[in-house]
């Protein structure tokens, strides 16, 4: 057998890193442990968040004007008593369509043709209040039709131009849409000829509560560095509604179809 002999030094060195190293593995597990129920507790937070965001989301999604809906009535019950039995019917079919749009939509997002889909359905009923008085132009970009966009965002900025300035004029009463790529936003622009406003940021205007409601979702969608929603007076008399937000594709194995089911 072969002995070595090491120095006194060596020996309680040896010892020392003997007792120290199972005192720092406990303390190095005891930290691991530690950070991994902190990433829980973080991972779980965050999760909560999420849901939270989407509970808000959906909450606002779900909020109906009551302003159009008693339009609308209203608008039903005339013809109702003057027995316009047609335009009753559409009146009312319209009606149907609008309602199972704002009651059976689930997706955060869906394709913008559909929300023109949907937009074109409730100006059908706006013809029917103002007939030859009412002048509707599109323009949109084909190529952007398939892009992902927020529920109710063109059908807000048309509601916002009926509601706050085109029902106030008499007269001849002219809207645009237009929906166009710059970049990587969409841009869509709701213009009307109607009274116009005095200021230029929706802000400071509380009956604008509809536009409030959609700039809150752009943003828990977004993020608000990342979006614009603008409110601006025409020289020729009348209103720009502008909103940009990033350009977002269809996911593939998302079916965004569901909710006009």
Do not use: C
Not at 84 to 101: P, R, T, V
Not at 110 to 131: A, V
């Amino acid at each position: 057998m072969i002995f070595v002999l090491i120095s006194q030094e060596w020996f309680v060195a040896i010892i020392i890193i003997a007792i120290i190293f199972p005192i720092i593995s406990v303390i190095a597990l005891m930290m691991v442990i530690e950070y991994e129920k902190e990433f829980r507790l973080l991972k779980r937070h965050a999760k909560l968040e999420q849901e939270f965001q989407e509970s808000k989301y959906i909450q606002l999604n779900t909020q109906i004007q009551p302003h159009f809906l008693f339009n609308t009535i209203n608008l039903i019950l005339g013809y109702a008593r003057i027995d316009e039995k047609e335009k009753l019917i559409k009146s009312i079919e319209n009606f149907s369509i609008y309602l199972k749009y704002n009651y059976q939509i689930q997706n955060q997002l869906i394709p913008l043709y559909r929300e023109l889909e949907y937009t074109k359905n409730y100006l059908e009923i706006q013809q029917s209040r103002f007939e030859k008085l009412l002048k509707i132009e599109y323009e949109t970009d084909s190529k952007i039709e398939d892009t992902l966009v927020p529920p109710y965002i063109l059908h807000t900025l048309v509601e916002n131009a009926f509601q706050h300035g085109l029902e106030k004029k008499p007269g001849e009463k002219i809207l645009r849409i237009i929906s166009q790529q710059e970049n990587e936003m969409i841009l869509i622009r709701v213009l009307d000829n109607g009274v116009g406003i005095e200021e230029k940021s929706m802000e400071k205007k509380s009956s604008n509560y509809g536009l409030k409601n959609l700039k809150s979702r752009l943003i828990l969608l977004f993020g608000e560095s990342n979006i614009s929603l603008t409110l601006t007076p025409l020289e020729e008399g009348g209103t720009e509604a502008l909103v940009k937000f990033p350009l977002l594709l269809k996911k593939r194995g998302v079916n965004y179809e569901d909710f006009s089911r």
